[in-house]
């Protein structure tokens, strides 16, 4: 019988790509997993709904009992968890609903798991966020647990509920440490996209020889170890499919600040800049004194999470992982596919 996969957060950037990763490399059949909105957010698997291997079912993860309807009346082989409120920024104006979404949300799944499905294996996504105000890099599977948000803490308690549930019961539940990813699918308000789009829009009102549209950053200086999202799916699925229920650390092993990011995407875009003042007063400029970037203190966060490097050598050891993408491919990717959705 074909197995059953539910994918959580199917309108997302790390849902879609899994629903794509799955739909390419098994033949299982995939339950896309989505909250009713009035607002269609359906773009990132749009040319996955008709798919004959590929159904949207309703969820709230709210909602215990949507979660344990779908479980039940599945009964999945394997549930992936990747609808969160992932914003870590957003986690200090709705630390309520990030925890009910990112921590009580996945004790309603490992319930629903351990009555109704207790064979299906079941992957909640961790983050890099959960180790924090790191006192090492780079940062292993043995690293504490530090979170420096609402976010991180909520993770790390979903950790242990993983951990939990997985040996009073003997589930097959893991929480693999994914660091940064991103790619063309990722939310406008995360750091790399923000970026992407907002230099597409300036290259477009310079080939215009219009007036260009300025934006804004908080933290130049945050160092960040950024994946392209679509590598990280086969880690994902290398992990459900290990013998034991193990989790891993998955990241590229290289560290690049906000800056650098900035800098290379005007580079691709083969935007000439100088900069100019510092620190809260720090602007970059076109050649000719148009404002690109400054910046604005309201984006620094009240607790910052300086710097993240990961080491997946384990994973690749022990999994067989492969990162395929270097990090000016995906600036480069991101910038382009911005640049060519906003030229329409
Ligand atoms: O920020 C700095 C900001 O929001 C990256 C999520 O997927 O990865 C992501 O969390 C850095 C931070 O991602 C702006 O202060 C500067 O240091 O893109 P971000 P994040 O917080 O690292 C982890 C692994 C997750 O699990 C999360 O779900 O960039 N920064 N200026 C800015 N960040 C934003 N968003 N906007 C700015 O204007």
Known sequence: MRKKVIITGISGQDGSHMADYLIKHTDHMIYGAIRRLSVNNHRNFEHLKEHP???????????????????????PDYFINFAAQSFVAGSWDYPIQTWETDSNSVLHMLEAIHMFAPNCRFYNAGSSEEFGDVEYSPQDEDHPLRPQSPYGAAKCAARHLVRVY??????FAIQGWLFNHEGTRRGLDFVTRKISHNVAKIK?????????????????????????AEDMMDGVWKMLNNETPQEFILASGEMHSVREFLETSLNCAGITFKKHGKDDNEEYLTTDGQIIMKINPEFYRPAEVHELLGDSS?????????RHHEFEDLVRKMYENDYKLLKG
């Open 53 to 75: 291997r590929f159904q949207l079912i309703n969820m709230d993860l709210t909602d215990s009992h949507s979660i344990t309807n779908a479980v039940r009346e599945i009964e």
């Open 166 to 171: 997985r040996e009073s019961y003997n589930l």
């Open 204 to 228: 477009l009102a310079i080939e215009a020889g219009e007036p260009i549209p300025s934006f804004s950053l908080g933290n130049l200086e945050a160092m960040r170890d950024w994946s392209d």
């Open 314 to 322: 384990l994973a690749e050891d022990e999994l067989g992982w492969v």
